[in-house]
């Protein structure tokens, strides 16, 4: 009896150091927890468990295309004018009043003369008196104006009017055109009509007038 006492007595002791160590252990357990639960601010977390995604950076800002260089401007095309023409002399106009007489019975008075660079121009007032002929020509020959030094321009005969005729009783006045100009150094013109006749031909009288030029 005193061995079963024993027996019981260890078997008792046994477990009560089996189960001071098994509380033991289950309060270290409890511990370890709690610690683990009571994780300091800011500490990271564990390796077990995924970290939230980072938010992904904002992209790059695409810089603006630079804008095409400007072509160079061309230069302005330079055009060069063609010189302007000489303008012209202007036609040198003389006051006349000298008067030539045929005995055929023609009157020529000259009242003016306009010395141009292509043509030489007087002012004429022509008539005709005679009893014996109706008609009579102041240009059926050569008809012209002669400077100093010999040199002529022949008249421009009117279309119309080729050699000058003038009806007796009647009066022209108007323009006689002599193609060409008279030099500058000119003093003097003889206007000189149906060359190589005489005055008294009742047909075609021939006679001529001198022109001083005032100024020449």
Known sequence: ???EKRAQVDANGVRGRF???ASASVLAVAVLLAACNE???GSQPSAGTNPPAAPSPAPAPVPAPAPAAAAPAAPAATVE????PQSLAAPRKLPLNVQGVAAAGVTVRVKGIEIGTDATVLDVSISFANRITSSTMLALLDTYLEDESGSRLQIKRPTNNRDLIIREGEMLNGQLVFMGAVPASARKLR???NESNTDDNIVAPGFSVDLPLAGG
Request: hydrophobic share 60%.
């Open 19 to 21: 189960g001071m160590a």
């Open 81 to 84: 004018s063609a010189p302007a």
């Open 191 to 193: 206007l000189v009509f």
């Open 39 to 41: 994780k300091p601010a």
């Open 1 to 3: 009896m005193n061995v």
